[in-house]
């Protein structure tokens, strides 16, 4: 799915009881505060809010805004509910949301099992989101900068949702453009692992999902990983037959490989290229123009060169409008 907007990345924080704009300011005392807004126009297009310079040589800012009600999962409607549907499509819940995200991050929160519950106890949440044209710009000014660095940019508005998450009243961290879910204290070990590695904490940007499809085949597939470059870069599916028993530890160090390495080298993968992967045989890469499951974005779909035959629903693609 593209960039929608003009926001470029974010995430949130849900809460079990609204926050005061006063408390946020305090939580948010060791960054450069530039400005204080107490104006709501809909709360779907931002609540009180401050705002945090990130770059500001090129107008990058944070916008951190406070909602008194629950993430609206489903996003509102042309029909129905106008206000929030035009909001979301304008970007305003972060660039990659898609209706129904936290329903299946909760459902998909493997590494947090917690997670799967937790949730549903918000009753607010914050916004955090990132922009390189608030304030008055030209119709002409660029959504990204020329030397724009994404992981940089998620780096910053994780520290942003660490301080939020200290805040009394605070549950969890939700990522929608990936639909992941973290406390403060997997956040922290996921940074830290990573920052030995010299990657990117991929488990706090992008989740890593499993589901059952027809006739004993599982897809296993990742979500979130446009936020990680521009281009977006694609996502993954791995499609593989339950009887052949393979590792899915192994098949989820796969995903998050095979993930880094096209975040490294690009898209270097073309329609029928084959990797070495799990189970000690090749898997055959099919490029996508949209994924099997929601959300709709790009793809590369993997397929083990092991004997199987896959039913003919894993070569379809999700059908979006």
């Known amino acids: 799915m593209p960039i929608k907007g003009r926001y470029t990345a974010g995430a949130c924080v849900l809460f079990e009881r609204q926050v005061s704009l006063d408390a946020l300011v305090g ?158 204290q997997s956040i922290v070990e996921s940074r830290a692992f990573a920052a030995e590695r010299n990657v990117p904490p991929l488990d706090v940007y992008c989740n890593v999902r499993l589901y059952n499809v027809d006739e004993g085949w599982l897809v296993m597939d990742t979500v979130g990983n446009g936020q ?33 390495y096209v975040w490294r080298r690009g898209e270097v993968f073309r329609d029928g290229d084959t990797i070495d992967g799990p189970g000690g045989v090749k898997w055959r890469a099919r490029v996508r123009k949209n994924g099997l499951l929601s959300p709709p974005r790009r793809t590369i779909r993997f397929f083990p060169e092991d004997g199987t035959e896959p039913p003919v629903v894993l070569f379809r693609e999700l059908e979006t409008e």
């Open 27 to 184: 939580a948010l005392q060791n960054f450069d505060i530039a400005k204080r807004n107490n104006e709501i126009v809909h709360w779907a297009f931002g609540g009180p809010s401050v705002s945090l310079s990130f770059r500001p040589e090129v107008n990058g800012y944070i916008s951190v805004d406070i909602t008194d009600r629950p993430w609206p999962d489903d996003m509102g409607g042309p029909d129905s509910d106008t206000m929030l549907f035009g909001a979301w499509s304008m970007g305003h819940f972060g660039p990659f949301t898609f209706p129904q995200g936290l329903q299946r991050a909760a459902q998909q929160s493997w590494a947090w099992p917690e997670g799967k519950s937790i949730p549903q106890k918000h009753t607010a949440f914050v916004r955090i989101l990132a922009s390189y044209v608030f304030g008055n710009v030209s119709g002409n000014t660029p959504i990204f900068p020329e030397n724009y660095d994404a992981i940089g940019e998620l780096e910053f508005i994780t520290d942003v949702a660490q301080a939020v998450l200290k805040l009394p009243g605070a549950l969890c961290y939700f990522n929608p453009n990936g639909e992941t879910l973290r406390t403060s």
């Open 228 to 260: 990680l470059g521009l281009p977006d870069l694609p996502d993954l599916e791995v499609c593989l037959k339950k009887a052949k028993k393979y590792d899915l530890q192994e098949i989820d160090a796969f995903l998050r490989n095979t993930t880094l």
